[in-house]
């Protein structure tokens, strides 16, 4: 846990990107069961391209915020990377999922894979544009 600078507690995050404190004014909304299905959906196809791993799919997953924050080749590096550490070769799929916090067009999700926790994120960040989820965890 970390405190900010406004004496509020936030969980630490795993995997980088933004993580955002729950708004102190704002209570968190329920999601529809269809927004729901299509956030997991999401997330779970990037978990997918990223470890195939699938340059094209997984970028093409990127917010717009995110793509004008890292370049396809940069991402592209970190795939070969993870792809590197993956000295097994075990094809990782997504195991456990949660959505932690959802405000209507952004959500914070948590996921895990398989039984390597070094590959589990809290409190990701994912943006709905255009009627579609996103990775905005840039």
């Given at each position: 846990?970390?405190?900010?600078?406004?004496?509020?507690?936030?969980?630490?995050?795993?995997?980088?990107?933004?993580?955002?404190?729950?708004?102190?004014?704002?209570?968190?909304?329920?999601?529809?069961?269809?927004?729901?299905?299509?956030?997991?959906?999401?997330?779970?196809?990037?978990?997918?391209?990223?470890?195939?791993?699938?340059?094209?799919?997984?970028?093409?997953?990127?917010?717009?915020?995110?793509?004008?924050?890292?370049?396809?080749?940069?991402?592209?590096?970190?795939?070969?990377?993870?792809?590197?550490?993956n000295?097994d070769?075990?094809?990782?799929?997504?195991?456990?999922?949660?959505?932690?916090?959802?405000?209507?067009?952004?959500?914070?999700?948590?996921?895990?894979?398989?039984?390597?926790?070094?590959?589990?994120?809290?409190?990701?960040?994912?943006?709905?544009?255009?009627?579609?989820?996103?990775?905005?965890?840039?």
């Open positions: 846990m970390t405190v900010t600078a406004t004496g509020r507690t936030v969980p630490d995050r795993v995997g980088g990107g933004p993580t955002a404190a729950p708004s102190a004014t704002r209570a968190p909304l329920a999601m529809e069961p269809g927004d729901a299905a299509a956030l997991e959906r999401a997330v779970r196809a990037y978990v997918d391209a990223y470890f195939e791993p699938d340059v094209d799919a997984g970028y093409a997953a990127y917010s717009a915020r995110c793509k004008e924050e890292v370049t396809e080749a940069a991402f592209a590096e970190s795939l070969k990377r993870a792809r590197d550490a000295v070769g075990v094809r990782y799929e997504m195991e456990r999922y949660a959505v932690e916090e959802f405000t209507g067009v952004t959500a914070y999700v948590t996921y895990g894979v398989g039984d390597e926790p070094r590959f589990d994120h809290r409190r990701q960040q994912w943006s709905r544009e255009d009627g579609e989820w996103r990775y905005d965890a840039c």
